[in-house]
């Protein structure tokens, strides 16, 4: 059978740095996050008999075989339906891949919920969370709608993400701000590794809890000016992990610097804006909706930003009829 699914990418506000379960994926802490409404990969699975050998083209180029994370997660699948059956599978991406955009959030929760359903299993959200989280930890995040909790764990039964509140719930937008197409040079799966040997690994680790309690409570009262000030220092604060891990982790560019700097001043001139960045140099940059166009303005006016993506809140995974192939 062949299926196709949306998936959307994810923004975390509380992020997930570190595993303490290197083959599950079973993230060191909870966290919190975004579906994003313009930034989507689409994902069409086929199992056939008439398929010799899996086959998967992701953006148009056919991958190699050999230890593709694509196929594993496949064998995944097939695992738990009972089948052998070699699989084609096509997917694109409609933003950037490998700059720090989350493309394998929304990859692996498309990749999950096509070949599930490709491969005849009729499963729950939280299952489908659970298998997606194998693939990439924060693709468990884009398999529910809106605003996120991916609850950290302590097996693989209990590590999955839920929504906490639906897209509709607060019109944030995340603006994202495109500083330079090159691709990262340490893959996040690299770096995440790298966590533990931060100093300040364990200082982090014992307030987690307690950031991820404060964040919810903020969404709650939608109390924009607290939540911003607490996800701005959130990212920091994973950074801060990266650039004191050996070896250290350095993913800005200066484009990415120049947005934090500039960030700070529009907020003194009364635009409120705050800037969150995971594993890459693109920026990530938060408003209400009704700020949108005056940062967009400003952000038109500079010649290092190479695109914009506006993003409101979103709907998780979801299948479609239109196949790729
Ligand atoms: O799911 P991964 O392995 O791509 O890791 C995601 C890591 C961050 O994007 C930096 C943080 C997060 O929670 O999304």
Known sequence: MKSTAVAPSNIA????????????RLPENGSISMCLSEMTTTTTVEFSEKYKEDEVIINNQKE?????????????????????????VVTNN?????????????GFAALTMAAANAAGLKLSEKELSIIARQGSGSACRSIPNGFVEWLDGDNSNTSYAQSIHPSEYWDIVDVVTVVSTGKKDVPTSAGQKLAVSSPFFQIRKSHMKNKVKLCKELLAKKDFTKFG?????????????????TPSLIYWTPGTLQI?????KWRQEGLEVYFTINTGQDI??????TDVDKLQKELKELDFVKNIIVNHSAKGAYLIQKHLF
């Not at 506000?13 to 599950?24: A, C, Q």
């Not at 934090?260 to 700070?264: A, E, G, I, P």
């Not at 990530?284 to 909706?289: A, G, T």
Request: proline content about 1%; overall charge positive.
């Open 13 to 24: 506000f509380i992020k997930y740095w570190g595993k303490k379960d290197e083959v599950l």
């Open 64 to 88: 190699e075989l050999e230890g593709s994370k694509a196929v594993k997660h496949l064998d995944l699948i097939r695992k738990r339906a009972g089948i052998t059956t070699k699989a084609k």
């Open 94 to 106: 409609n933003f950037p891949t490998g700059t720090g955009l989350s493309s394998s959030a929304s």
């Open 229 to 245: 000030e607490l996800i701005e220092a959130e990212a920091l604060e994973m950074h801060a992990i990266m650039l004191t891990s």
């Open 260 to 264: 934090m700097k500039l960030t700070k």
């Open 284 to 289: 990530h940059l938060i408003v209400q909706s």
